[in-house]
C-alpha cells in the first residue's frame, strides 16, 4: 500500500522512506503537495545512500512533481551518478531532457523535433531506450549499479504512443461493486455527490482505454531491460521492484477518475518484486507500505538504513513468505492533507464548459476516430450533466477541508481509516 496516495508526497516518501508528517507538516512545509522533496534526494535518501556505498545510481523519468527543483538538488548535492530525465514530465511529447554525467558535466538536452534520437519524442519510448543506452556501459563495469525507471504513463493525460493509440479500443472500465455507489455514511464530500451518468461512463471508459494502451510502452521496457540483463549473465544477481506510488478511481464513489483518499482503490498499489533468494509466485500477508521499500532496497544491498527512516526492511518476508514476526506492524498509517487543486476528475472532463465545452474537438488522449459518445450527443455535448458534479465534490481547503490520519484495518473491511494522532488541524476525517 501506499501511505499517502497523490505523487509528490508518496514518491518522497519512497524515496526517503519517511512518513508524511515527517517530510511535511506539521514537521516540514514542503512546497509540492505540502511536501518537502529535499528529503528525496539528501543525503539519508535511496539515491544517495546507494551512492555513497559504491553504487552507479542511474536516474530515468518522473522523480517528484517538482522535477527540475529536485534533478537541480541532486546535481547540486551529488547523491546521483547518472540522469537522463524528463523536464516537462506531463507532456509525453515533450523535448527537453536534464542529463548528467559521472564526470558532474550537466544540462538540459533538447530533441530535435524533425529527426528526434531514438525516431520518436514519445517520452515512454525516450525513457526506455534513454535506460537502455545507460545499462549497456552499466554492464561492462564491475561497479554494482541501480537504475530507477520512472516512466510518467498511465498517468493523466496518459497519451498513448501513436502507434498504440487504438491497442485497446473496445475497452472498458470496470464497473466494480462501489462504482457511481454513495454511502450516508460517508463523508460529505463524498455522500453528496450526484449519480455518474452515462455520459461519465463514456469518457471513463476513454480514459481506462487510453491508460491501457500508454501502459503498453512500460511492458515493453520492462522487457528489453530484463532481456539485456539475461544477455549480459546478470540477471540472476540483479532485485527488481515494479510499484507505483499511488492507486485510482474511475468512478469508485462517484468520484471522477482521481486519488487521495483511504480506500482500497487509491492506496492499494502493485508490487511485485524479483530476484536472488526470492520464491516464485509466492505473497505475504503482513502489512507494508511504499515507506518500506528504501530500507529494503538497503537491506538487500547490505546496506544500513540511516536513523533517520520510518520503514521497515521486508527483506525477511521475501525470502520466506510464511515467516512469521510477533513484532510485525498490525495497522498502517494513511496520511493525506488535500492539496486543493483537484474536483472531480483529474482531467479537463469536469472542467467549467467554458473550456471544454465550446472546443471543437477531443481532449488530449481521445483518439481521434472516436467522434461520438453515443448516437444521440455529438462529442463536445458529451459532457451534458457533468457540470453540477464540479461543485459537488472539492478536493480543496476552500471546502469541505480535510486530513486523513488514519489506520488501515484489513479485518475491518476496504478503506477504513479512524483518527488516532491529531497530526495537524483536522476539521474532518474519513471512517467507514
Known amino acids: 500500500m501506499v501511505n499517502t496516495p497523490i505523487c509528490c508526497p508518496s514518491r518522497t516518501e519512497t524515496f526517503s522512506g519517511r512518513y508524511f508528517h ?12 505540502f511536501a518537502n522533496t529535499t528529503n528525496a534526494v539528501g543525503p539519508d535518501g535511496l539515491f544517495a545512500s546507494l551512492k555513497r ?14 522535477q527540475s527543483n529536485v ?41 530535435n523535433g524533425k529527426a528526434p534520437i531514438f525516431n520518436t519524442p514519445y517520452q515512454t519510448t525516450q525513457i526506455g531506450n534513454r535506460t537502455l543506452r545507460w545499462l549497456t556501459d552499466a554492464l561492462t563495469k564491475d561497479t554494482p549499479f541501480f537504475a530507477y525507471i520512472g ?21 472498458s472500465a470496470p464497473m466494480t461493486p462501489n462504482y457511481n455507489f454513495s454511502d450516508p455514511g460517508k463523508p460529505q464530500h463524498i455522500r453528496q455527490n450526484p449519480p455518474l451518468t452515462q455520459d461519465v461512463k463514456c469518457w471513463e471508459d476513454q480514459h481506462f482505454r487510453d491508460r491501457w494502451s500508454s501502459l503498453k510502452s512500460v511492458d515493453e521496457i520492462v522487457e528489453v531491460v530484463h532481456d539485456l ?35 482500497e482503490t487509491d492506496i492499494h ?23 518500506d521499500i528504501l530500507p529494503t532496497v538497503l537491506d538487500l544491498a547490505g546496506i544500513d538504513v540511516p536513523s533517520i527512516v520510518d520503514g521497515k526492511s521486508i527483506k525477511q518476508f521475501l ?43 477531443p481532449p488530449r488522449g481521445l483518439n481521434p476516430s472516436i467522434t461520438k459518445c453515443n448516437e444521440e450527443s455529438e462529442l ?53
Open 22 to 33: 515527517n517530510i511535511g507538516p506539521p514537521h516540514e512545509q514542503g512546497g509540492c503537495m
Open 53 to 66: 556505498n559504491g553504487y552507479n545510481v542511474g536516474v530515468f523519468g518522473k522523480v517528484t512533481n517538482d
Open 71 to 111: 534533478l537541480d538538488l541532486a546535481i547540486k548535492l551529488e547523491t546521483m551518478t547518472y540522469i537522463d530525465s524528463p523536464v516537462d514530465y506531463n507532456n509525453y511529447m515533450g523535448v527537453t531532457y536534464q542529463r548528467l554525467f559521472p564526470n558532474g558535466t550537466n544540462f538540459v538536452e533538447t530533441l
Open 151 to 171: 516512466p510518467h504513463a498511465p498517468h493523466f493525460p496518459a497519451t498513448p504512443a501513436p502507434w498504440y493509440e487504438t491497442l485497446w479500443k473496445n475497452g
Open 229 to 263: 540483463l539475461e544477455a549480459s549473465g546478470k540477471l540472476n544477481n540483479t532485485y527488481f521492484i515494479y510499484t507505483s506510488d499511488h492507486g485510482y478511481k474511475l468512478g469508485q464513489w462517484r468520484v471522477g477518475t482521481s486519488k487521495q483518499h483511504p480506500y
Open 269 to 291: 498499489v502493485p508490487f511485485i518484486i524479483k530476484g536472488p533468494n526470492i520464491p516464485h509466485n509466492q505473497t505475504f500477508s503482513q502489512l507494508s507500505g511504499n515507506v
Open 319 to 361: 525470502f520466506n513468505p510464511h515467516h512469521e514476526d510477533s513484532t510485525w506492524r498490525k495497522n498502517i498509517l494513511i496520511e493525506y492533507k488535500s492539496v486543493g487543486t483537484y474536483y472531480n476528475d483529474h482531467s479537463t472532463i469536469w472542467a467549467p464548459e467554458t473550456k471544454i465545452c465550446a472546443t471543437s474537438g
Open 380 to 432: 463536445p455535448l458529451c459532457l451534458r450533466g457533468l457540470l453540477l458534479a464540479s461543485s459537488h465534490f472539492l478536493d480543496a481547503i476552500h471546502k469541505n477541508l480535510f486530513v486523513v490520519v488514519g489506520w488501515f484495518k484489513p479485518e475491518l473491511g476496504m478503506g477504513h481509516a479512524s483518527l488516532l494522532i491529531p497530526l495537524f488541524p483536522i476539521t474532518g476525517v474519513f471512517s467507514g
